[in-house]
């Protein structure tokens, strides 16, 4: 059966437990943590974030239970108490850096970069590439490379709901921030993808994620079987462009650091074996997140099970 490449990012009905959460919080709320985050200087306003931290430790039992889950594979071990809550204080840690790095206070930071040299080949191709990254660290560490390299143009490509809620975000932080967001479950997401990268631009996707009954593959991530989203790298062969792998790190303090990797460049890939070279990608990819897990455990922000079979599978 021939593939529409237009319906690649089309959305049915969702049914994976992710899609059920809602994040808590409003933009009034948000706006007011801006404020008090800008006034009184990272370092203070960090000590707020010990409270929320517990107050999510104590009150979200089934992101505890999967965080549990998670850090017993990651580690190789039972968590203790303590480490568990480590890890929803880094995912806190995060989103209150999104604060300072939205409002261009990149001072606040000292960020270290693994691949440069690579992200720079591809700039001068000027082909456009992917940036395929998942939940773990920070976006936004990553975004504020690219405003301030010159030449490097970065959008970003999200479901229309998970759209939604980062410009809310962003209008919430600083009401000035423009990111260029493409909102995927519209026929016309690839064709705007397509513009993008013919005009030199990085897109990033998220691809540890899945859909309702769309297209997955089997993978091993820490040992354990998984299933991701081919869709995304589906779109990276039919649309001929490399895909890098992107994460930005959060390692202690002010300390962030970012790892471009290669997974595959579609560009040389026979029409004919472009279906092994798409496995071989997402293999390529589930390695990568299996490696940052083991060295950077408490960056990994799937608070559910994502080692669940999926309905039907």
Same mark, same amino acid.
Request: glycine share 8%.
């Given at each position: ?42 370092? !203070? ?157 990085? !897109? ?54 970012? !790892? ?54």
């Amino acid at each position: 059966m021939a593939l529409d490449p237009l319906h690649l990012f089309e959305v049915t009905e969702p049914t994976q437990e992710w899609v059920g959460h809602r994040e808590r919080g409003s933009p009034r709320l948000l706006r007011l943590m801006a404020k008090v985050s800008l006034l009184l200087g990272r370092r !203070v306003s960090r000590l707020a974030l010990y409270g929320i931290a517990l107050y999510f430790f104590l009150f979200a039992p089934a992101a505890r239970r999967q965080s549990r889950r998670y850090l017993r594979r990651a580690l190789g071990r039972a968590p203790w108490p303590h480490e568990r809550f480590h890890h929803v204080l880094k995912f806190a840690t995060t989103i209150h850096d999104r604060v300072y790095l939205i409002n261009e206070q990149y001072e606040e930071f000292t960020i270290s970069i693994e691949g440069e040299a690579l992200m720079r080949a591809e700039v001068e191709r000027g082909q456009g590439a992917f940036l395929m990254g998942a939940h773990m660290g920070s976006f936004e560490v990553i975004g504020s490379i690219g405003r301030r390299q010159p030449g490097l143009k970065i959008s970003m490509a999200m479901y229309e709901d998970n759209a939604r809620k980062i410009n809310s975000i962003l209008a919430a932080i600083n009401p000035r921030a423009q990111t260029d967001i493409i909102s995927l479950g519209h026929l016309d997401a690839m064709l705007r993808i397509g513009e993008r990268l013919d005009r030199g631009a990085f !897109v990033g996707l998220l691809g540890d994620r899945t859909l309702a009954d769309e297209p997955k593959q089997a993978v091993t991530i820490l040992g354990e079987r998984a299933y991701l989203p081919s869709g995304p790298m589906r779109a990276a062969a039919i649309l001929r462009r490399s895909v890098i792998f992107m994460v930005g790190l959060h390692r202690g303090g002010r300390h962030y650091h970012v !790892v471009f990797a290669p997974i595959a460049d579609f560009s040389r890939v026979a029409p004919g074996a472009r279906d092994a070279a798409l496995r071989a990608a997402i293999v390529r990819y589930a390695e990568l997140l299996d490696r940052y897990c083991r060295s950077d455990p408490y960056n990994w922000f799937n608070f559910f099970d994502f080692w669940q079979t999926p309905p039907g599978q």
